[in-house]
């Protein structure tokens, strides 16, 4: 067990229903089987990270399938650089997870969430991994502990990625390009922001570099009402856009641009 304490950052050992440091900081493994190692003095809210709606209504979306060719893709990648020790940092409810521990059957599985309603509904996708509700900016693994970091449309803690991964190790970043979603976006806003998609790379901290990029691209039909209702109510266009223009879009088919990139970001 590479897991380390929360609080004193000591080595945490099994115990009843639980784990444990040697400063007898304890913390019980929930009933679905995951574990917190979110302390309460680390929470800037009572219930931090994605809400129950966010949380379902991307799990109906992704069960829906409408993102398949990401998750095949990413876990492809990943499966090429045999990991040893894997985590998903910021896992959500679980679906690109449970399609990695798939292809990487012999690893030792990791995810964490901020969210306990997300790692809740996640750890049952997939029992065989260690599921953690924790903070990504304390991560509770040891130093150079993983071989591999994915982290999928989630914000990133990019030094404590460095910390968590051995030398020949890396992170597999996926997150949109700037054409993702626009016909949604062209339809919500006036005037679409195009944005950067190379931003994330200039904080590539030094002791890491860029290995690898590709972007896979599909047109997606979105033919059902609660599959549009439920894309608006995962991304943050759910709360930014004007009601308006939400109904509008959840009213009619159309499809859009699903276009992504994924990044192979090596420790030295
Ligand atoms: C856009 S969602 C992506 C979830 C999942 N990877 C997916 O693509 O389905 C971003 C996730 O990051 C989590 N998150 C936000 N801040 C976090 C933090 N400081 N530590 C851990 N997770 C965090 C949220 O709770 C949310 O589940």
């Given amino acids: 067990m590479s897991l ?46 994605d809400n129950v709606a966010m949380v379902e209504a991307r799990r109906r979306f992704l069960d829906g399938g409408h993102y398949a060719p990401l998750a095949t893709r990413l876990a ?12 998903d940092i910021g896992c959500g409810e679980g679906y690109y997870t449970a399609q990695l521990a798939e292809r990487l059957p012999d690893a030792d599985g990791y995810a964490l969430d901020i969210s306990r309603e997300a790692v809740k509904r996640a750890c049952k996708r ?20 993983c071989t591999l970091l994915a982290s999928v449309f989630s914000p990133l803690d990019w030094q404590e990625a460095l910390r968590l991964l051995a030398p020949g190790g890396g992170l597999l970043r996926m997150g949109p390009t700037g054409e993702h979603l626009m016909e949604l976006r062209q339809k919500l806003y006036d005037e679409v922001r195009d944005y950067d998609d190379q931003k994330h790379l200039e904080l590539i901290p030094p002791g890491m570099r860029l290995a690898h990029s590709e ?3 599909f047109a997606l039909p979105l033919t059902s009402s609660q599959a549009r209702a439920d894309l608006l109510a995962m991304t943050p266009h759910g709360w930014r856009a004007s009601a308006e223009r939400r109904a509008a879009v959840i009213a009619e088919d159309f499809e859009v641009t699903v276009s992504i990139r994924y990044d192979w970001i090596e420790k030295i």
């Avoid at 004193?8 to 900081?25: I, K």
């Avoid at 492809?76 to 985590?87: D, G, H, S, T, V």
């Fill in 4 to 49: 380390t304490c929360p609080i004193c950052q000591e080595a945490l050992s099994p115990v009843d229903n639980g784990v444990a440091c040697p400063a007898n900081h304890r913390f019980d493994r929930a009933r679905q089987g995951y574990l917190n190692l979110l302390p309460v003095q680390h929470k800037n809210s009572r219930d931090p990270g």
């Fill in 126 to 145: 997939a029992p065989q991994l260690s599921w953690l509700v924790a903070s990504m900016a304390r991560v509770p693994l040891a130093d150079a502990s």
């Fill in 76 to 87: 492809e990648l990943a499966a090429e650089r045999k990991p040893q020790r894997w985590l």
């Fill in 215 to 217: 972007t896979l691209r």
